[in-house]
């Protein structure tokens, strides 16, 4: 699996509008339709759609 990256400020006001807290997210992969998200601490992977 890929190194998650930091979120920008964009996507982090989209994953609170999500009820998920930014702080505990990592992007693993970002395309247009989804989002891969990757746990900071349990490694946990979550899709999301895309904005």
């Given at each position: 699996?890929?190194?998650?990256?930091?979120?920008?400020?964009?996507?982090?006001?989209?994953?609170?509008?999500l009820?998920?807290?930014?702080?505990?997210?990592?992007?693993?992969?970002?395309?247009?339709?989804?989002?891969?998200?990757?746990?900071?601490?349990?490694g946990?992977?979550?899709?999301?759609?895309?904005?």
């Open positions: 699996m890929k190194n998650g990256k930091r979120l920008t400020v964009a996507q982090r006001k989209y994953l609170q509008s009820n998920l807290n930014s702080e505990n997210w990592l992007i693993s992969k970002c395309t247009s339709e989804e989002w891969e998200l990757m746990h900071r601490y349990t946990q992977p979550k899709v999301i759609p895309a904005p």
